[in-house]
């Protein structure tokens, strides 16, 4: 069983429109949650960190985790074609604040 | 400007000779990480050190070696013992216990010919 998964798409919407992406992990002690986004080439970078149960909003980013499902998620209000890239979720392991990886999600806004 | 570098950005190794990525960071962090992408894959964990002069094995460190003799800095040296070691390389570090973030650098790539 794979400790994050996400679906690896391509997930296709439209511009203007939500993009929602998801991530389930197995280890129930995994105490921090990430998601980053990795354009083609490039390394990953940032977009949103979440602790605690509930919604969490940066512009046009709102992450959302469910501790009792395992269950962490991403919505991107407002699609444009710049944010059609991979993104990963990851969540903390053990311990050392090591992260595991889900494979990512292909996101592709057309217009 | 703050942040992790990576260099070379492009190598290219022969079969059977040893290779090594350089990661160096101004940022202050703890903690650096390698890790390896492989085409349609997520990142898998090849090493990591928390502290200068420590460092332990992720998930995949087999023909593969590290050393942490700075806090700047955490070269990862690719062996002929690493039987498929085509890949992207990422570097990151963070502030362990104080946030779990980890910040990436650019990245290198590593083509064996």
């Known amino acids: 069983q794979k400790e994050v998964e996400q679906n690896s798409g391509p997930l296709s919407v439209p511009e203007g429109a939500i993009a929602s992406l998801n991530c389930t992990y197995s280890?129930?002690?995994?105490?921090?949650f990430f998601w980053y986004r990795q354009y083609s080439g490039k390394s990953p970078e940032l977009i949103m960190f979440i602790y605690s149960n509930g919604d969490k909003e940066d512009g046009r980013f709102t992450a959302q985790l469910n501790k009792a499902s395992q269950y962490v998620s991403l919505l991107i209000r407002d699609s444009q074609p710049s944010d059609s890239a991979t993104y990963l979720c990851a969540v903390t392991t053990g311990t050392a604040s090591k992260l595991t990886f889900g494979t990512g999600t292909r996101l592709q806004v057309t217009l | 400007d703050g942040g992790i570098t990576q260099s070379p950005k492009y190598l290219f190794r022969k079969e059977g000779q040893n290779v090594t990525l350089s990661c160096e960071q101004n940022l202050n962090h703890d903690a650096m990480y390698w890790y390896r992408q492989d085409p349609g894959q997520g990142l898998r964990l090849i090493y990591y050190s928390q502290i200068v002069n420590d460092f332990q094995k992720g998930d995949i460190a087999e023909g593969y070696s590290v050393s942490r003799e700075k806090k700047e800095s955490f070269p990862l040296t690719v062996t002929s013992a690493q039987k498929n070691p085509t890949a992207f390389y990422l570097c990151a570090s963070s502030i362990p216990k104080l946030t779990d973030t980890q910040y990436f650098g650019p990245g290198t790539r590593l083509t064996v010919l």
């Open positions: 280890d129930r002690g995994s105490q921090s």
